[in-house]
């Protein structure tokens, strides 16, 4: 059973502060990492993708990977209540099908 | 463009009836996906269409009923639902393989009666 693990919160982070939200997999073999952000009621956005190990960057998003350890994590600097959703974790192996972890409720509070 | 397009937003159906829901992308993927969700829980896989043919079924009842017309176009055709499908259900698009990112259609909120 291939699986992905997420904490499921909620984390709760005050506005202007670092939010990390973390992600463990069992499948060895996978290939690509994403992260999607859920509004309550919407469907997930994608918000950052990544593939090697170490961190990639976007804004104020930076996804971490470690292979070795099954382990990516999302760090958002200066949180906003607007960031306030349910953070999804999906690993991809080298089919089509992605796995995605429970999900991590975040509040951004003001 | 990442858009993918889905309708109707909103369907209620009896148990009785037939209706489809409708998945568009325009951004040359190859690869679309039907996916349920129920509230608090992360996308359920149901069907993965790959060049157009039924790559995975995830043991879908047959009361859902893939089609891929063609590259672009995804439908699902339901029959006889019960109350335990409604959920939020989800069309996306991807190039096939693992390195490819997945982008999500708005969703079609199915609530069956």
């Known amino acids: 059973q291939k699986e992905v693990e997420q904490n499921s919160g909620p984390l709760s982070v005050p506005e202007g502060a670092i939010a990390s939200l973390n992600c463990t997999y069992s499948?060895?073999?996978?290939?690509?990492f994403f992260w999607y952000r859920q509004y309550s009621g919407k469907s997930p956005e994608l918000i950052m993708s990544?593939?090697?190990?170490g961190d990639k960057e976007d804004g104020r998003f930076t996804a971490q990977l470690n292979k070795a350890s099954q382990y990516v994590s999302l760090l958002i600097r200066d949180s906003q209540p607007s960031d306030s959703a349910t953070y999804l974790c999906a690993v991809k192996n080298a089919g089509n099908m992605l796995t995605f972890g429970g999900g991590t409720r975040l509040m951004v509070k003001p | 463009d990442t858009e993918v397009t889905q309708t109707p937003k909103h369907l209620v159906m009896g148990m009785t009836n037939k209706k489809s829901l409708k998945c568009e992308q325009h951004?040359?993927?190859?690869?679309m996906y039907w996916y349920k969700q129920k509230a608090k829980k992360p996308p359920e896989l149901m069907f993965v269409?790959?060049?157009?043919?039924?790559?995975i079924n995830e043991s879908v009842p047959s009361r859902f009923s893939p089609e891929c017309p063609n590259s672009s176009l995804l439908n699902l055709h339901l029959h006889a639902l019960q109350p335990e499908d409604s959920a939020l259900y989800l069309c996306?698009?991807?190039?096939?393989?693992?390195?490819?990112?997945?982008?999500f259609g708005p969703g079609t909120r199915l609530t069956v009666t």
């Open positions: 499948d060895r073999g996978s290939q690509s």
């Open positions: 996306a698009s991807s190039q096939p393989g693992g390195l490819y990112e997945q982008y």
């Open positions: 990544i593939y090697s190990n």
């Open positions: 269409y790959s060049y157009e043919k039924l790559s």
């Open positions: 951004m040359g993927h190859r690869a």
